[in-house]
């Protein structure tokens, strides 16, 4: 059956959204707010494609995606908004996913920031906006992002996965606990990794769906439906936990004792990336593309695009170069090892 479409109602009251607003708890005034509220994905892998789709359907206002890498062939078994093409092409992933975004959903505005999230910009990157989702892969940069939510009143919708196991919770600063709660140093969270013991991609759906979910409760005005839970699951043995989150510890450095210590921290120089050999070098200034492009030819295989310059060395590894001074050292996960190649080809 056709359904009918006032040329007098804003899309939102159109038929766009019409089944997300005969479900009561939403409602036009849920989607009303929906539609007036800004949201962060922060990473656009596995977690933030699928965080990223949900929330441009959904119809939210404003959407801020931000990732550091960029498409490869090994991402599209789990990364939903990629294809093929996009990883021949080496396109930044937020690049790819505010194209494919942008045809969900036109009346979304859209922001893509191709950069890694740091202690020196990550107020910027969470500036402005109601609600950050989780859709980072390590622990240093979660707790970053969980300082600076914590520190301005953000909530921040937690979720991680590895191998077919994944666990999500809602944090909401002055009502729960934080991730720091949760788990402690980043060590703590430390051991297995994509790297190590793989992933199998529906996990990832289920946990980005459930944090999507405590993301519409909150943009929708329905807080009182907030599952206060750490929730745990394991899709190949299947199992399922449910935990009541932990009260604030009064001695936590973020929630508690308001430090917010990871937004002190230097910036490591060199860190390990996870879902491949990559040593990522935070590098010490701009990079000019063009000039590497010609220094590098001399001695490597290079291909380029507007976005990054990619060398291919004849010890085996391989440069990825951004204007923004990053280096990828790809081919190694040897921190020491990828310092010696950016040294020998890009210097310090
Ligand atoms: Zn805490």
Not at 93 to 108: F, G, R, W, Y
Not at 159 to 184: D, F, K, N
Not at 272 to 281: A, D, L, N, S
């Amino acid at each position: 059956m056709a359904e009918a479409k006032s040329d007098h109602q804003p899309e939102w009251l159109g038929s766009r959204y019409s089944r997300q607003m005969l479900f009561k708890p939403i409602g036009p005034e849920g989607q009303r707010r929906i539609a007036a509220s800004a949201v962060l994905v922060a990473g656009m892998g596995a977690l933030g494609t699928v965080l990223a789709s949900h929330m441009a359907r959904a119809g939210v206002g404003k959407l801020r995606i931000v990732d550091r890498d960029y498409v490869e062939l090994s991402n599209l078994q789990r990364q939903m908004l990629y294809d093929e093409e996009d990883a021949a092409r080496m396109l930044p992933k937020a690049v790819a996913a505010q194209a494919k975004l942008a045809k969900i959903n036109s009346d979304v505005r859209l922001e893509a920031l191709v950069e890694d999230i740091t202690p020196a910009n990550v107020g910027r990157i969470v500036d402005g906006v109601d609600l950050v989702l989780d859709g980072t892969d390590n622990f240093r940069t979660r707790l970053l992002l969980n300082d600076a939510c914590f520190k301005r009143g953000i909530p921040f919708v937690y979720g991680g996965a590895v191998g077919s196991h994944g666990m999500t919770a809602m944090l909401v600063p002055g009502e729960t606990c934080c991730l720091r709660c949760l788990i402690g140093s980043p060590e703590a969270g430390a051991g297995q990794t994509c790297d190590t013991v793989g992933i199998v991609a529906p996990v990832v759906d289920i946990v980005a769906s459930f944090q999507a979910a405590e993301a519409l409760k909150f943009l929708a005005g329905a807080g009182e439906a907030r599952r206060d839970s750490l929730l745990t699951l394991d899709v190949w043995h299947f199992q399922c936990l449910n935990i009541r989150l932990p009260a604030p510890k009064p001695d936590c450095p973020a929630c508690g004792l308001k430090i917010y210590p990871a937004l002190r921290e230097e910036e490591p120089d060199a860190v390990v990336m996870c879902g491949r050999e990559t040593v990522q070098i935070s590098g010490r200034g701009p990079l000019d593309l063009n000039r590497w492009e010609a220094h590098l030819a001399r001695s490597c295989a290079v291909s380029r695009n507007p976005f990054l310059l990619r060398a291919d060395l004849p010890e085996g590894e391989r440069l990825v170069l951004f204007p923004d001074g990053r280096v990828l050292v790809q081919g190694t996960d040897n921190p020491a090892r990828a310092r010696s190649l950016y040294d020998r080809y890009i210097g310090s």
